[in-house]
Structure formats: structure tokens, C-alpha cells
């Protein structure tokens, strides 16, 4: 697929796009295979390969700036890229789309952790989403680490 705009279809392209339409829905891009790109960019972030997994994650937000699971993602490679700031602009996003998805929610936690004046923050949302069946492991062990 040929994801090139020529001249006669950017009228189009662009009047798709004022119309609240994803880069992704034009390209496309269906959610089958926006799902695979960040499965993609998870498993690169588990294994280490931070800088590979932002440059997916980044492509992925531009595509579709919908996706809340994606910016959420993006805030993770950015804390681990010690970004705290792009990091919390991630989760910030994410949390505005969906701000009962507990992986959004735990992802706009652990961003809060990195700033001295939002901890407070982060630790209560950790408290909460500790009995959270899909983030409840994590968000214990946080509190762990943090000795709660």
C-alpha cells in the first residue's frame, strides 16, 4: 500500500482529517494492525530497545492520536528514557481519552511518581488501582518499591 498523497488527493486527505478522521482511518491503517504496531513497540520496550519502541510509539500517536493505549505506552518509553516531562505529556493524553482504563491510569500514576510535588498523586492512584485485576500487580509492586 502506497501511503503517499499526491496532489489531486490532498484536498481530500486534508478535508478527511478536519473532519475528525485519524491519519490511520485515511491511510487505511485498520485498529487490527494499530494493535500489532503497539504489541510490536511493547515488546520492544520489554526487551530493552527504548529508543526503538519510541520511534514506533511516536509513529503509532501520529497515525492515530486516539489511541489512548498507545500514548500511555509512549509515556513508559519516555520514563525509562528519563524524559519525565515527554513522559508526563504521554500520560496526560492518554488520560484525557480514557481516563477509566486502568493501564491509563496506571501509566499517569507512575508518571506523577517522577515529580517531587505530584508523588503524593501518584502513590494514591497506585492505592487505588492496587486491587485493579489488570494493573493491580504492578501498581503493588510500585508500592513496594516505594515501602508502602
Known sequence: MDAR???AEAPSFA?????GRTLAEVQGITREMGDAIAALAEAELEA???ETARAI???L????????GAWALLSRAHRKLRQPL???FCAEVAAKLAPADPAVRLARAESLLGSEA???????ELLRLARDEQVGARATALLAALGE
Open 5 to 7: 498523497v499526491n496532489e
Open 15 to 19: 478535508e478527511a482529517l478536519s473532519e
Open 48 to 50: 530493552g530497545r527504548v
Open 57 to 59: 510509539l511516536e509513529g
Open 61 to 68: 500517536v501520529v497515525t492515530n492520536h486516539l489511541d489512548a
Open 86 to 88: 515527554a513522559a508526563r
Open 118 to 124: 505530584d508523588r503524593a498523586d501518584g502513590r494514591a
